[in-house]
């Protein structure tokens, strides 16, 4: 599904709704759940119901869990190590859905890739990536951020990686606090 159209549906989720919004062809679901209350981290003065949302994944015959930014992050770094040609693929994808494009045009594509150290499929990836995306333009969208658009946030850490010019553990220690240096939000170009 595009972004916006993938925002939308989201923002008219009922409280308490559960709704999947990618499965794969091994029936591995990605779902997305507004809950009623929020965590911790979210009790703030402009919290509003309405825009949280909980990204999950669920694998077969295993219980479901929700994946977060660092899993993307370290994942895309794995496979850049094990194979950057073939990782090109992915980042290149994961700039066509930051720019609005469909992950599932580029499942396909991306099925058959495999690499030596990966945590979940490319399709997973792209999958999630778009989610967390999502997440970050819906809840950052009414504050202030240096992030414009929000998603940029993840996307100039997705570059990071992809470029491979800082060591992953600082880019992961450094993705939980600060947003990235201006030249990894603004356009790149992801050389496939």
Not at 128 to 148: A, H, P, V
Not at 169 to 189: G, H, V
Request: proline fraction near 6%.
């Amino acid at each position: 599904m595009k972004m916006k159209d993938l925002k939308d549906l989201i923002l008219n989720l009922e409280i308490t709704e559960r709704k999947t919004i990618y499965t794969t062809s091994k029936g591995e679901e990605i779902f997305v759940y507004k809950p009623s209350k929020p965590s911790a981290t979210l009790k703030h003065a402009d919290y509003d119901p309405r825009r949280n949302f909980q990204i999950f994944l669920k694998f077969p015959n295993k219980r479901e869990f929700r994946p977060n930014h660092l899993r993307l992050l370290l994942d895309l770094h794995l496979k850049r190590l094990s194979d950057k040609n073939k990782s090109n693929h992915i980042f290149s994808a994961l700039e066509k859905i930051y720019e609005g494009d469909d992950p599932v045009d580029f499942a396909d594509k991306l099925k058959d890739l495999n690499f030596r150290m990966q945590i979940d499929s490319s399709v997973l990836n792209i999958y999630y990536g778009q989610l967390f995306m999502i997440e970050q333009d819906i809840n950052w969208s009414y504050r202030k951020t240096q992030c414009d658009p929000p998603r940029s946030y993840l996307m100039g850490y997705i570059r990071m990686v992809h470029s491979g010019e800082k060591e992953i553990d600082r880019l992961l220690w450094s993705a939980t606090r600060n947003p990235p240096p201006k030249k990894w939000r603004e356009k790149y170009r992801c050389n496939e």
